[in-house]
């Protein structure tokens, strides 16, 4: 266990780069591993923490027991700062604050917006509170509460996903409540340009999910990651039919089955991985019917797209664990056609700081005399 190296060994980094995100969170730059469910764990979220950036653990596919022992994993491999990703309607998710305030962890994500009840007990405890909106609106009812941060997720972001543009989300929400929360930008990003524009728009830092998946700590299987980096920019597609909520993943035949079929048809496989996801994560079957309500107030939505909710994190399983592509969905952000390499996390987050330096440094050049952009667009 290290403090960990410099994320740009050997190079300055630029000070615009140590934003208050850095200081709320304890990490060195302004970078975020998002908490995604089958693919954020120990190795990767200990990677990156090592590399000076916030890695999120992703517990929302995971039993009590099975979180317990990732944060320790996590903290046998580092002594950084990391985080937790929560889901807000499972039946023991007091438990699981619990756990991460006794094992010491600094930040609670939440990618559905947690309860005022929620957020004032996690701050209470000393947790940083940083729920993921897709609207300038839920950033402004969650900020109401007190939370710390938001990522702010625009279209362009993998898996569950909104409608409007990143480019439009992000300085949006800055204005609405940057003034008293750290906002996070996050859809499309991918290297260090695009962090100096999350600056510029006033953000205070990029969250990045897709491109955290493609690297060497990631866990997904080779062959899948090889499929992912073979994927252009329109490989993608937004779909509801997978679970109900449009969702962005990679098309493929078993995607183009899906939005063909009628609920009717796909309520089979709902049915059987609601099932199964009972039996991967512990859950009992009242603790699933109190979700399933909670969603249907939530979200508006109707029993059978309930059920098909449970198609998400099964099918998500089948490519991202299992490997089988075939049988599974694979969600990604558009920037999946923008990358076609895997890196280290050491070696991203590097490249990423060195790349935003050089940008910054080029832009205050009298009369911003060079053009063009520096180092290489590979990340």
């Given at each position: 266990m290290t403090d960990g190296p410099d994320p740009a060994e050997g190079s300055t980094i630029h000070p615009a780069l140590h934003t208050p995100f850095c200081d709320l969170v304890g990490v060195d730059v302004p970078i975020v591993q998002t908490g995604m469910g089958w693919v954020a764990g120990p190795r990767l979220v200990?990677?990156?923490?090592?590399?000076?950036?916030?890695?999120?653990?992703?517990?929302?596919?995971?039993?009590?027991?099975?979180?317990?022992?990732?944060?320790?994993?996590?903290?046998?491999?580092?002594?950084?700062?990391?985080?937790?990703?929560?889901?807000?309607?499972?039946?023991?998710?007091?438990?699981?604050?619990?756990?991460?305030?006794?094992?010491?962890?600094?930040?609670?994500?939440?990618?559905?917006?947690?309860?005022?009840?929620?957020?004032?007990?996690?701050?209470?405890?000393?947790?940083?509170?940083?729920?993921?909106?897709?609207?300038?609106?839920?950033?402004?009812?969650?900020?109401?509460?007190?939370?710390?941060?938001?990522?702010?997720?625009?279209?362009?972001?993998?898996?569950?996903?909104?409608?409007?543009?990143?480019?439009?989300?992000?300085?949006?929400?800055?204005?609405?409540?940057?003034?008293?929360?750290?906002?996070?930008?996050?859809?499309?990003?991918?290297?260090?340009?695009?962090?100096?524009?999350?600056?510029?728009?006033?953000?205070?830092?990029?969250?990045?999910?897709?491109?955290f998946l493609l690297t060497r700590e990631s866990r997904v299987p080779d062959a899948v990651k090889e499929q992912y980096l073979a994927t252009p920019v329109t490989g993608t597609v937004v779909s509801t039919n997978i679970d109900g909520a449009p969702q962005r993943v990679i098309r493929t035949e078993l995607v183009d089955r899906l939005e063909r079929a009628p609920w009717v048809a796909r309520l089979p496989r709902a049915l059987a991985n609601a099932h199964a996801f009972r039996r991967e994560?512990?859950?009992?079957?009242?603790?699933?019917?109190?979700?399933?309500?909670?969603?249907?107030?939530?979200?508006?939505?109707?029993?059978?797209?309930?059920?098909?909710?449970?198609?998400?994190?099964?099918?998500?399983?089948?490519?991202?664990?299992?490997?089988?592509?075939?049988?599974?969905?694979?969600?990604?952000?558009?920037?999946v056609g923008s990358i076609d390499e895997l890196p280290t996390v050491a070696e991203l987050v590097g490249r990423i700081v060195a790349e935003a330096t050089a940008v910054l440094e080029r832009l205050a050049l009298p009369g911003n005399q060079r053009v063009g952009s520096p180092g290489s667009s590979r990340t």
């Amino acid at each position: 266990m290290t403090d960990g190296p410099d994320p740009a060994e050997g190079s300055t980094i630029h000070p615009a780069l140590h934003t208050p995100f850095c200081d709320l969170v304890g990490v060195d730059v302004p970078i975020v591993q998002t908490g995604m469910g089958w693919v954020a764990g120990p190795r990767l979220v200990a990677a990156t923490a090592e590399a000076g950036a916030l890695g999120i653990l992703a517990s929302a596919t995971m039993t009590f027991d099975q979180l317990e022992e990732a944060i320790d994993e996590v903290r046998d491999r580092t002594g950084r700062p990391f985080g937790v990703n929560l889901r807000t309607d499972v039946e023991d998710v007091e438990r699981r604050v619990d756990l991460m305030i006794d094992r010491g962890v600094r930040v609670a994500s939440f990618a559905q917006a947690p309860n005022p009840d929620l957020v004032a007990r996690c701050r209470e405890a000393g947790l940083v509170v940083m729920p993921t909106v897709g609207a300038r609106r839920h950033a402004e009812k969650v900020a109401g509460w007190g939370v710390d941060a938001v990522i702010a997720q625009g279209a362009e972001g993998g898996g569950h996903t909104g409608t409007v543009p990143t480019t439009l989300l992000a300085p949006s929400v800055v204005d609405a409540i940057g003034d008293r929360v750290a906002v996070v930008a996050a859809g499309g990003f991918f290297d260090g340009r695009g962090l100096v524009a999350a600056l510029s728009y006033g953000a205070q830092g990029i969250a990045m999910g897709t491109r955290f998946l493609l690297t060497r700590e990631s866990r997904v299987p080779d062959a899948v990651k090889e499929q992912y980096l073979a994927t252009p920019v329109t490989g993608t597609v937004v779909s509801t039919n997978i679970d109900g909520a449009p969702q962005r993943v990679i098309r493929t035949e078993l995607v183009d089955r899906l939005e063909r079929a009628p609920w009717v048809a796909r309520l089979p496989r709902a049915l059987a991985n609601a099932h199964a996801f009972r039996r991967e994560t512990g859950a009992t079957l009242p603790s699933l019917l109190k979700e399933g309500r909670a969603m249907r107030r939530s979200a508006d939505l109707s029993w059978p797209q309930v059920i098909m909710a449970a198609n998400a994190p099964m099918m998500t399983r089948a490519a991202l664990v299992d490997g089988r592509a075939d049988a599974g969905v694979l969600p990604t952000g558009q920037v999946v056609g923008s990358i076609d390499e895997l890196p280290t996390v050491a070696e991203l987050v590097g490249r990423i700081v060195a790349e935003a330096t050089a940008v910054l440094e080029r832009l205050a050049l009298p009369g911003n005399q060079r053009v063009g952009s520096p180092g290489s667009s590979r990340t």
